[in-house]
């Protein structure tokens, strides 16, 4: 396999500590608050003042002399100030986005790193800039530390559990604190060479993400489209923020805000949410390499939230369809297996017809109805197909996927196949039951 360029990945382990190891990441973790307070307080006067905010450069300059500097090493301190930069660029960015009117709410200026309750610093992040100052292997990470918290070695040893998944150049690395679970963990970034697509033969496939079916897959030369039904998941959501509901209640009643009961929750229903997405990114990356597919056209749903009016109420489309955490997971997947992504407009590829192009109507939400060829369509098939037919030139209508559409759905573990009643037969009888 050959190699033209590289991409950057992360791997992510736990790290595992004793007590006095605990001590001396929270000293650290703590110092690293200090620096970021200090140079955050001096950017943001700059700010309010009118002046320009200090530069990576000017920051680096002005606070090598400082005693929240000295106190770190200096791949852990230039590597704060430099998120810091980072941080305000973003700001400035999102600035420029309201000025414009792309965004409702003013943007927040960077906050400090601390508890807005008690007024403490939070040791919640300790980034090292360069892997001269550290070391991770498959089983222990090696840091270097400040010299008054050395104890001869120079270095502070930790085991660590999990798989690094990417081996390559290794680049930066963040230890990060997790409030809620009180663990830390290790994201290391590396370089890895991205593959080059072999020459062979062009295949298409097309994807249509929604939120009841979370994505409708075509593909060349397949006789059925393939459904991934979002039913298990949305439950799945729907318990953990009802969940979520009843402890905001509960601290209602006892006049406080949050909890790290209420934070646990929270994490717990990210995390469940994004391990269906990953799992689905998957799976849709193994069909493709198995059916040889170069390139899947995927439809770009970039402000679909402004342009349409769903209701200020709709926590289906709100909250749990993070569209774009599932369009970038798909995206990495294909990457990893070699298939281009391509975006196209996804605008009237609900609409009409994959056979005829004929307006469709939609008398309950997952048929399309094509009254000038008489075809019943699951509209996410449909709309796949018509997606399909945006990147090639072949045939893929009704004709071309006679059998009906396979469904998947999620066990909690992984996605299974099950035959669902659908799509693309003639005539097909307004009560049958379809993927959803």
Request: hydrophobic share 40%; proline share 5%.
């Amino acid at each position: 396999m050959w190699y033209h360029k590289t991409m950057k990945r992360c791997n992510v382990v736990r790290v595992l500590f004793s007590k006095e190891q605990a001590k001396t990441l929270e000293t650290l973790g703590d110092r690293c608050a200090a620096l970021w307070n200090a140079a955050n307080f001096r950017c943001r006067q700059a700010f309010l003042k009118g002046e320009p905010v200090p530069s990576y450069a000017t920051l680096c300059a002005e606070f090598q002399n400082h005693p929240a500097y000295k106190a770190l090493p200096s791949d852990i301190a230039q590597e704060i100030l430099k998120k810091l930069r980072k941080t305000w660029n973003s700001f400035f960015t999102l600035l420029r986005l309201w000025k414009k009117g792309e965004l409702e709410k003013r943007p927040g200026l960077p906050r400090y790193w601390k508890d807005r309750r008690t007024g403490k610093r939070l040791a919640k992040l300790i980034p090292v800039k360069s892997p001269r100052s550290y070391f991770l292997d498959t089983r222990t990470l090696s840091l270097t530390l400040p010299a008054d918290l050395r104890d001869g070695n120079g270095r502070l040893v930790l085991y660590t559990r999990g798989v690094l998944r990417f081996s390559g150049t290794p680049k930066t690395l963040e230890l990060r604190y997790d409030r809620v679970k009180k663990r830390w963990y290790a994201h290391q970034v590396v370089e890895v060479p991205e593959p080059e697509r072999k020459a062979k033969p062009e295949k298409y496939a097309a994807l249509d993400l929604g939120a009841r079916v979370l994505a409708a897959l075509a593909v060349e030369g397949l006789d059925r489209q393939i459904l991934f039904s979002g039913r298990k998941v949305w439950k799945d959501f729907l318990y953990w923020t009802k969940r979520i509901a009843e402890e905001q209640s509960r601290l209602n009643r006892a006049g406080r805000k949050t909890s790290r009961q209420l934070r646990r929750l929270y994490q717990v229903r990210a995390r469940r949410l994004k391990h269906a997405f990953v799992a689905l990114a998957a799976e849709i990356a193994r069909i493709l390499k198995q059916h040889r597919v170069s390139t899947l056209l995927f439809e770009d749903l970039t402000g679909i939230r402004e342009d349409m009016d769903f209701g200020p109420g709709n926590l289906l489309v709100h909250n749990f369809w993070a569209f774009r955490m599932l369009r970038n997971l798909i995206e990495a997947a294909c990457t990893r297996a070699g298939i281009k992504v391509v975006p196209v407009e996804p605008r009237g590829t609900s609409s009409r017809c994959a056979v005829c192009g004929s307006p469709v109507k939609r008398p309950i939400r997952h048929k399309a109805v094509c009254e000038n060829c008489g075809r019943i369509w699951h509209a996410d098939a449909n709309a796949a197909l018509n997606i399909l037919l945006l990147g090639s030139s072949k045939g893929h209508g009704a004709e071309a996927t006679p059998q009906k559409p396979l469904a998947f759905r999620w066990n909690r573990h992984r996605w299974v196949s099950r035959f669902e009643s659908a799509a693309g037969t003639l005539y097909a009888t307004s009560g049958s039951r379809m993927a959803a």
